[in-house]
């Protein structure tokens, strides 16, 4: 079956599936108008459990959305020593790359989330959070509000996760092999040094995560620059330093963590953290 058949079939369970847009009219779509609706309806659809027949619909989708975009293999991702030929310490052990990081076939991938910890509900939202959710499909969603629900009933009903925390899921249908979601600082009058603190131990607690799952690899998204307007520099300068100190306790643990940037904004300003550090 063709991707664009298995994006017909799935369009139209996912809007039986939705009381408000059951009778949208999509007879007209363009491909890229179904795939737009589809992930908006993804987007927008609350937790709950997943019919079968409408779950293998979607990660069959998914599937091949996904051989589409193509999978990156560690092995295809150089160590800034071969890269940049760094001599920094253990330049060997850390990557930059740029590119969609639900391509990624790591150990982990880190999923730059809110507060709810449900994703991004959104239709077809440009944030990280929401390329991850679409990517790995409904399942994640559900997952996370068992997480929360438990959480809730523990701390009490209007309990929401606080900044800094990592919290472990599965990765459905991305090639990871898991999501490790943590709440990055919001700055909406500037940085200080609380909220310098904070994103270290969204770094930290990852790194944590890793090691006690033994997850050998893993791919930092850019935390808080996004939506939530952490300057990209000091998030870099953060970043790294925090990474850094973890190896240089904790070397053995990693085999290898990616710095994951998209725009060019942040490959550069990475370029420059690699390019001036010292072994």
């Known amino acids: 079956m063709t991707v664009n058949k298995y994006m017909d079939i799935f369009l139209e369970q996912l809007k039986e599936d939705s009381v408000e847009y059951q009778k949208l009219d999509t007879a007209g779509y363009s491909p890229a108008e179904k795939k737009n609706t589809i992930r908006a309806l993804m987007n927008i659809r609350m937790p709950r459990e997943l019919p079968h027949e409408l779950r293998v619909l979607q990660d069959n989708y998914l599937q091949e959305e996904l051989k589409a975009k193509g999978v990156i293999a560690l092995s295809e991702i150089p160590s800034i020593q071969e890269q ?51 990517a790995a499909g409904m399942g994640l969603r559900e997952e996370c509000a068992r997480i929360m629900d438990r959480r809730r009933m523990k701390y009490g009903g209007r309990y929401e996760e606080p900044t800094g925390t990592a919290i472990l899921t599965k990765a459905y249908n991305l090639p990871c092999d898991y999501v490790i979601h943590t709440a990055g600082p919001v700055c909406r009058a500037g940085v200080n040094e609380a909220l310098c603190h ?82």
């Open 84 to 134: 940049y030929g760094s001599k920094a310490s253990f330049s060997d052990s850390i990557s930059l790359w740029q590119g969609d990081i639900t391509r990624l076939q790591a150990g982990a991938i880190v999923n730059a989330a809110n507060s709810r910890m449900l994703g991004c509900f959104v239709p077809c939202h440009g944030c990280i959070d929401n390329a991850i959710h679409s």
């Open 198 to 279: 904070d994103l270290q131990s969204c770094y930290e607690n990852v790194l944590k995560c890793c090691v006690e799952n033994n997850i050998k690899s893993v791919a930092f998204c850019c935390i808080s620059t996004g939506e939530f307007h952490f300057p990209n520099e000091k998030a870099a300068e953060i970043a790294w330093k925090t990474v850094t100190a973890f190896l240089e306790v904790c070397g053995g643990c990693m085999e290898r963590i990616i710095f994951n940037v998209f725009k060019d904004c942040d490959r550069k300003i990475y370029e420059k953290i690699i390019g001036t550090a010292s072994p």
